[in-house]
């Protein structure tokens, strides 16, 4: 009798187990387009889905370089007497960087002085020679007036003088346009010649940011579009400019070269890396925030509202930006796009509206 009772509590424990694996062969897995039954509705946000103009956003690195910079150079050679700015310093054009000793300077324009006025005197002893000795200039013929400035060394004596005048004038080194001081690297006393720079300077006329593009997104950046421009130094400091070239030559990467001019640059250092976006407005799209769009085997899905249940959608997303995605299949305008509450959600699944848009 113990024999066959324990035979019989066997066959029942068996056909416990035969009933749990049937259970556990059951389909829970939540993915499928059919929905499941749920112990409460997910609780949702919706918008109604309309036509708008998008702000299509496209991301690139480059280097902003400032659109006025030139080394400044002595036009003589000499000693350097007195430097007058710093590195970061604002000047104005025709301001004085530096100025050089022009003790031989005036020396040379004083000699030039003198062989010219002898020269002078030596033109009137040809032109007396030639019979023209109480002619003005303008009564004497072009060709007679030349030779006797030539035997007399006039004209060599003239420009002489002149240049001494220039290298005098130019030991003072000014600045050719307004912008600030950068790479000073002379001192007082330091002899400089004119392959020297003495310095650099960018000009304060704005900043121009060189980045590049992929050829295949040629098709939706053009001359005028708004770019924002921050440094990797400080992300936070954004400044705005517009497109103002596109070099129509594609590269061995299959990039292009686009810069634009940026506006607002106090905070900008020529040669900065800096992160673009260009931005450009496309009319008449459908647009989603990124949140509506999920990911179901692989392929996005924007879920809708019919009712009280969530409506399974396969969609194509066109153009995006940081927040948002333009949509060219899957939607109609007026559609109820759940845009949170969408990441557990199945296909009719029950849902409770907290807020719509």
């Known amino acids: 009798m113990k024999s066959r ?17 049937q259970a556990n062969n059951a389909d829970t897995s ?31 690195n480059g280097k902003v ?47 030039a002085k003198n062989t010219f006025e002898q020269a002078k005197l030596d033109l009137q002893d040809v032109l007396i020679g030639q019979g023209y000795g109480n002619k003005a200039e303008a009564e004497i013929p072009a060709d007679i007036m030349q030779l006797a400035k030539t035997r007399s060394g006039y004209s060599q004596a ?23 001081i950068a790479n000073l690297n002379v001192k007082r006393f330091n002899r400089v010649t004119p392959s020297d720079a003495v310095c650099t300077i960018i000009g304060s006329q704005g900043m121009e940011a060189t980045f590049s593009v992929l050829e295949n997104e040629l098709a939706v950046i053009h001359r005028g ?16 400019g517009t497109v103002t070239e596109i070099n129509p030559i594609v590269d061995a990467n299959g990039m292009v070269q686009v810069k634009a001019q940026v506006r607002g640059t106090d905070r900008l250092f020529s040669g900065m890396n800096i992160k673009v976006s260009v931005r450009r407005e496309m009319p ?74």
């Open 30 to 60: 939540g993915e499928g387009v059919n929905a499941l039954e749920q112990a409460e509705p997910n609780e949702v946000t919706t918008i109604t889905l309309k036509r708008q103009a998008f702000e299509h956003e496209l991301v690139s």
């Open 284 to 357: 008449d799209q459908l647009v989603v925030p990124k949140s509506a769009v999920v990911l179901r085997q692989g392929r996005q899905v924007v879920f809708t509202l019919q009712g009280d249940q969530a409506m399974w959608n396969y969609v194509q997303t066109g153009l995006e930006n940081a927040d948002s995605f333009s949509i060219l299949e899957g939607l109609k305008e007026g559609d109820k796009v759940i845009v949170t509450g969408n990441v557990n959600l199945a296909h009719e699944s029950k849902v409770k509206v907290g807020r719509n848009e």
């Open 65 to 111: 370089e400032a659109m006025q910079l030139t080394d400044v150079h002595f036009e003589t050679e000499g000693v350097i007497e007195a430097v007058k700015v710093k590195n970061g310093d604002h000047v104005a054009q025709g301001q004085v960087i530096a100025e050089l000793d022009k003790f031989k300077l005036h020396n040379a324009v004083e000699q």
């Open 5 to 21: 009772s324990r035979i019989g509590l066997w066959l029942m424990a068996g056909l416990c187990l035969a009933c749990s694996g």
């Open 225 to 240: 579009d708004k770019v924002v421009v921050a440094p990797y130094a400080d992300m936070a400091a954004t400044h705005e």
């Open 158 to 180: 003239q420009s002489a003088y002149e240049l001494a005048l220039t290298n005098e004038a130019n030991a003072s080194l000014k600045a050719p346009f307004t912008g600030t």
